[in-house]
Structure formats: structure tokens, C-alpha cells
């Protein structure tokens, strides 16, 4: 009996760290989202890829800026956002160099800025067919 005792506190452990971990992300997500919003970054949607076998992280971000200077304003509010908020940091940004798409990694989270004609090449939403897509209604 304390072998059964044993695995049913492990199981017990991982499900509440699991459950933890997920709110976690999904105040990073919320985090994120007003980060985009601040600097009036426009046609944000959330990706969740949490159901996906195989992929690359739990939720895209997904959302454009209409100059590359916009593409960068939502990009650095994103990431003092996140420091403020959840003293995280990404771990990459590639991008900025150009500002037409900007990739931050904040590990279960990716966050794409977009330039609105690079974005609607790429067409991020539909590349995960799978995904369950959300929209957040511009502000």
C-alpha cells in the first residue's frame, strides 16, 4: 500500500504543477496582449496550440504595427510589460533590425509582430490548422 500512497502523491504533485505552469502561460498571454495594446498594435490574435502534438510552444501572439516604428514601439512594450508584470524576460527577439517581423520567445509563448502585407504572406493563423484561434477586438 505505501507504493500506491507514493504514485498517487507524484500524480497529485505533477497535475497541480501542470495546472500551475498553464495559468502561468495564460497570464503571460493576457500580459502580452495588453503589452500590444498599449502601443495600439491592431488585429491581435492568440493561437492556442496547447492541443498540438508536436509544436513548437503552447500559444502564438500574433498582431501588426503599420510602420516599422510602430513594429518596434509594440515589441519593446511587450517586453517592459512582461518584466513589469511577471519579471520575465524573452529569451530571443529576431527581427528588429528590419522591424517588418519581429519574433519574441518567451518559451511556452511565441509573440509575432507583423508589418500588415509581410503578415497577411506569412499567414501565420492558418499555418496550425489545428489551433484554436481567438481574436482580440481592437481597441
Known amino acids: 500500500m505505501p507504493f500506491l500512497s507514493i504514485i498517487r502523491c507524484i500524480f497529485a504533485v505533477h497535475i497541480t504543477h501542470n495546472h500551475l505552469l498553464m495559468n ?17 498594435g491592431s488585429k491581435i490574435v492568440v493561437a492556442d496550440l496547447s492541443s498540438i502534438e508536436g509544436s513548437i510552444c503552447r500559444y502564438f501572439v500574433i498582431c501588426q504595427g503599420n510602420s516599422p516604428t510602430q513594429v518596434e514601439a509594440i515589441t519593446e512594450s511587450v517586453g517592459e510589460f512582461v518584466l513589469k508584470e ?3 524576460k524573452p ?25 500588415p502585407d509581410v503578415r497577411e504572406f506569412y499567414d501565420l ?7 484554436k484561434i481567438s481574436e482580440i477586438v481592437d481597441e
Request: glycine share 6%.
Open 91 to 115: 529569451s530571443a527577439v529576431a527581427g528588429l533590425e528590419n522591424a517588418q517581423w519581429v519574433a519574441m520567445d518567451f518559451g511556452d509563448v511565441l509573440v509575432h509582430v507583423f508589418l
Open 125 to 131: 493563423e492558418h499555418l496550425w490548422a489545428d489551433a
Open 86 to 88: 511577471m519579471s520575465e
Open 24 to 40: 502561468q502561460t495564460k497570464e503571460l498571454v493576457e500580459t502580452i496582449v495588453k503589452g500590444i495594446q498599449e502601443k495600439k
